[in-house]
Nanobody, 126 residues
Framework: QVRVVESGGGLVQPGDSLRLSCVVY????????MAWFSQAPGKERLFVAL????????EYANSVLGRFTISRDNAKNTVYLQMNSLKPEDTAVYYC???????????????????WGRGTQVTVSS
């Protein structure tokens, strides 16, 4: 069974950086696109960033463009989200997601992803 495990969240001040990690178990990781989503309290889950099976292709939400970077290490079955210049509005639980199909562009819709982690909390506050 596929397991998705996020880590790296925490409490930081505005302007600080964090790096989130997501490890995927029991899947040929290198064949799948990977994505990060965020969900603030009382709000819907939103797309943050996507990386295809080839790490040359990435996509970002406008709100994080230029501040966040998604990357992957296929040898470690891990995808990362480097978060720089953090703002209070970035406060949310961050989820890692895996689509059901190999070599498939899942886009930004929640329904395109079949496997999710439990999330890691990021709090940006002074």
């Amino acid at each position: 069974q596929v397991r998705v495990v996020e880590s790296g969240g925490g409490l930081v001040q505005p302007g600080d950086s964090l790096r989130l990690s997501c490890v995927v178990y029991e899947r040929t990781f290198s064949n799948y696109a990977m994505a990060w989503f965020s969900q603030a309290p009382g709000k819907e889950r939103l797309f943050v960033a996507l990386i295809l099976w080839s790490d040359e292709n990435t996509e970002y939400a406008n709100s994080v463009l230029g501040r966040f970077t998604i990357s992957r290490d296929n040898a470690k079955n891990t995808v990362y989200l480097q978060m720089n210049s953090l703002k209070p509005e970035d406060t949310a639980v961050y989820y890692c997601a895996v689509p059901d199909r190999e070599y498939y562009y899942p886009g930004r819709g929640l329904n395109e992803y079949g496997y999710w982690g439990r999330g890691t909390q990021v709090t940006v506050s002074s």
